[in-house]
């Protein structure tokens, strides 16, 4: 993700509208692409993963895409609900088995 | 199954003080980490553990000890806090099979240093 000091970047979308979260990633030798969701006070979650070798996967109104041409990773989540709203980042898991880096995230805000 | 627990959840210390956050999982997982969260960062990789009584280096360990004494519990330590060390801790946790990412994460522990 990309540094934007010390407030993250919010996407507002209303109830129902599909919702397109955007990541930039730094390592091209990347093996594993990974999308989490934190909820306010809680810890992250693990939403969705994709290989480097694929370039489109789907779970249950999430997809994600990725462009390995201009190292970027978006998140769709279709029909957006109240229950949606979080922050959302990427990861990045670059070989080695502890390897695991982390973006800044995205706070989405689901307007009734 | 509780998952991960942490505790305790909120914590307020006075430079120099020390104390020890407790990082409990009941899923039987071999690999458990600790993270600080900083705003306008991503998570950061403090220390980790591939199991009981072993412990490794993560990303920004200074300043911090853990130990893992019980493959259930993973403590981590600071012995003198400094203002730089305000901030959310995570702790996570997974089984030795899964890819390195799929780590469960306690509800975290919100630590300010003044």
């Known amino acids: 993700g990309e540094s934007v000091g010390l407030h993250l970047p919010t996407l507002s979308v209303q109830e129902g509208d599909n919702s397109i979260i955007n990541c930039a990633y730094s390592?091209?030798?990347?093996?594993?692409f990974i999308w989490y969701k934190q909820e306010s006070g809680k810890g992250p979650q693990f939403i969705i993963d994709?290989?480097?070798?694929?370039d489109k996967r789907q779970g249950q109104r999430v997809t994600v895409l990725l462009n390995k041409t201009v190292k970027h990773l978006s998140l769709q989540i279709a029909a957006t609900q109240p229950g949606d709203s979080a922050v959302y980042f990427c990861a990045e898991n670059s070989g080695g088995y502890q390897k695991v880096t982390f973006g800044i995230g995205t706070k989405l805000q689901v307007i009734p | 199954n509780a998952g991960v627990t942490q505790t305790p959840k909120f914590r307020v210390l006075k430079t120099g003080q020390s104390m020890t956050l407790l990082c409990a999982q009941d899923m039987n997982h071999e690999y458990m980490y600790w993270y600080r969260q900083d705003p306008g960062m991503g998570l950061r990789l403090i220390h980790y553990?591939?199991?009981?009584?072993?412990?490794a280096k993560g990303e920004v360990p200074d300043g911090y000890n853990v130990s893992r004494l019980k493959k259930q519990n993973f403590l981590l330590g600071l012995e003198s806090a400094a203002p730089s060390q305000t901030s959310v801790y995570f702790c996570?946790?997974?089984?030795?099979?899964?890819?390195?990412?799929?780590?469960?994460f306690g509800p975290g522990t919100r630590l300010t240093v003044t």
């Open positions: 553990s591939v199991g009981e009584g072993t412990t």
């Open positions: 390592n091209s030798a990347s093996d594993y």
């Open positions: 994709i290989r480097s070798n694929m």
């Open positions: 996570a946790s997974r089984a030795s099979h899964y890819l390195p990412y799929e780590q469960y």
